[in-house]
């Protein structure tokens, strides 16, 4: 199978670092944090790299892909881990009221949700989970840190909340047919199939209607 890590901002690159010890750090030790030490089993080739004596794992046997998926938190916020973005409109049509924050049918704050983040996929193994946090006490922001593998096919959504500087909030991990795996920005995807479905509509009806003599 293929090794990925995914980090903040949808940085891919496809090891995953192992230390000294042949274990890989999920999460991170203190206050409101908590780290998993995962061993590499025996029998799985490990490539040295770095100078701290730790190695990098690139494949491992087996199909899909393992992936280690790094704290997606913004500057003060959080992330969760989904199945693919459902697309729906709030029934809600009226505006959320001034001082409210938060539309009391579909949950969006200050402004209604278009998007919903499905259930993980139930074929997806979490193999480990830890959590990173912000701040002394762990009290201004952080998530959890996955190691999971997903089959060829799956589709991962991720939701990102807090300040992320103009980097995606919501973006999908998806592993290809040989395990490869992609990251796509969910907005960005959208908007793109919308001006192509209206460049073709435009298209469509320049050939259908006659000609100007």
């Known amino acids: 199978m293929k090794v990925y890590t995914v980090f903040r901002y949808g940085q891919v690159e496809p090891k995953i670092h192992v230390g000294p010890d042949r274990t890989i750090v999920v999460g991170e030790s203190g206050r409101g944090r908590e780290r998993v030490l995962v061993p590499v089993p025996h ?19 087996g199909t899909g892909a393992l992936i280690l998926i790094r704290d997606q938190s913004g500057f003060r916020g959080s992330w969760v881990l989904g199945g693919p973005f459902r697309f729906t409109g709030c029934p809600q049509e009226r505006e959320i009221p001034y001082g409210e924050g938060e539309c009391p049918r579909c949950g969006g704050r200050y402004e209604h949700q278009s ?37 060829a096919g799956t589709v991962l959504g991720v939701s990102r909340s807090g300040r992320t500087y103009g980097n995606p909030t919501e973006y999908h991990i998806s592993v290809g047919s040989d395990g490869t795996v992609t990251l796509t920005d969910v907005v960005a995807e959208v908007k793109s199939a ?20």
């Open 43 to 61: 029998g799985v080739t490990l490539t040295p790299e770095g100078s701290d004596g730790g190695f990098a794992l690139t494949e491992a046997p």
């Open 115 to 151: 998007m919903v983040l499905s259930e993980l996929p139930a074929e997806v193994r979490i193999l480990a989970r830890g959590r990173c946090a912000q701040g002394m006490a762990g009290r201004a922001g952080g998530g959890p840190e996955y190691l999971l593998w997903a089959p």
């Open 194 to 213: 919308e001006a192509e479905s209206a460049f073709a509509s435009l298209l469509r009806q320049a050939l259908e209607s006659p000609a100007e003599k």
